[in-house]
């Protein structure tokens, strides 16, 4: 992969089929996007860590346009969601399935995913409603 920084391991781990987060090995202060160094406390000891992909979408929006990469996924649900985990840090991803309701709040939960771009191998996630979260109206 291409341009891989302080994020490394979050890439390598989507790639290996799980979530990873960084955390401060100091302070404890959870970092997204990744860091070098600790705003917090100034260290420069983080470790990688685990996480459940589950929590809430915070925002979201449907996509009807093509922007080139996508063109047989249209319609998609581009979504932001704050992990239950991981000091509620945010990531971004796509819903599963375009045509489900969705709302702000909604308990959600994804499984890394890959897609080509360019001839290149691209990771990231992919999120599902939970529980009874799909009959409910967007």
Not at 62 to 84: C, M
């Amino acid at each position: 992969m291409k341009g891989l920084g302080a994020d490394a391991e979050y890439w390598n781990a989507l790639a290996e089929g799980s979530l990873k987060m960084q955390q401060c090995s100091g302070c404890g202060a959870w970092h997204w996007p990744a860091v070098w160094r600790c705003g917090e406390c100034g260290s420069w000891e983080q470790g990688w860590h685990e996480v459940a992909p589950r929590g809430r979408i915070f925002t979201w929006t449907r996509t009807w346009h093509d922007f080139g990469w996508q063109a047989k996924g249209l319609p998609y649900v581009s979504v932001i969601v704050e992990l239950d985990g991981a000091g509620g840090k945010r990531l971004n991803g796509v819903m599963a399935d375009a045509g489900l309701p969705v709302r702000i709040g909604q308990r959600v939960t994804a499984e890394p995913w890959q897609f080509e771009w360019e001839g290149e191998a691209v990771h990231g996630l992919k999120w599902t409603p939970v529980g009874d979260e799909s009959e409910r109206e967007a």
